[in-house]
């Protein structure tokens, strides 16, 4: 069975959990040990990181970074995912079971394909934001536009909480089909998947 660790900003990549392996499972058939690591700060601390990717390849097959391309710190907000990738790439080496991913702007984007379903369970008839999820303006990021959301039904957005329920109860084919940043993390996965 092959094992893979997420290294992640924050607890709500936690939350992606459930969802990601019940998608993997549908798609592959196998089921993988999936753990997600949150770093306390951001996964830019180069020896931070690197420890804790050396700790955890001692237990695991392989470890996927993951960032936000809009961390909160100034100094590391990208332009794009593909510079935030890169400069990723560049602090964990090549090594070839270390794999990086961005989520493209913040993880919220990936709730975005599910605004319909979650605008209908909490009774807001707010529209949803027209474009690609991942392209969404950095001065109305997408975790501002699901808290928008949610307030507009008179609710609070908790991200562990919220973020969980909605892609545990949908699923993440729609996030995947929407939003490729995702859906490259969900085939690396699958290619892992595969070779395991």
């Keep these: 069975m092959t094992s893979i660790v997420i290294v992640a900003e924050g607890e709500t990549e936690e939350a992606l959990l ?36 050396d700790l955890t390849l001692r237990e695991f097959d392989h470890v996927i970074v993951l960032t936000d391309q809009y961390s909160g710190t100034p100094a590391k907000n990208f332009e ?15 090594r070839s079971n270390v794999h990086v991913h961005v989520a493209a702007h913040d993880f919220e984007a990936w709730l975005i394909p599910l605004w319909d379903e979650i605008a209908s369970s909490i009774g807001s008839k707010k529209q949803a934001p027209s474009g690609s999820p991942e392209k969404l303006n950095n001065q109305n990021p997408p975790s501002k536009r699901i808290a928008e959301l949610f307030r507009s039904a008179g609710r609070k957005y908790i991200k562990t909480r919220d973020a969980k329920k909605y892609l545990e109860k949908h699923g993440l084919k729609k996030s995947v ?3 490729p940043e995702l859906k490259a993390m969900v085939d690396t996965i699958l290619a892992l998947c595969a070779e395991g």
């Design 18 to 53: 459930p969802a990601l392996r019940a998608y993997v499972i549908e798609k592959s058939g196998r089921s993988p040990k999936l753990k997600c690591l949150r770093m306390d700060g951001t996964v830019f601390e180069r020896s931070k990181l690197l420890r804790l990717v």
């Design 177 to 179: 089909d929407a939003c």
């Design 80 to 94: 794009s995912p593909e510079i935030a990738r890169r400069e990723l790439r560049k602090l964990v080496g090549n």
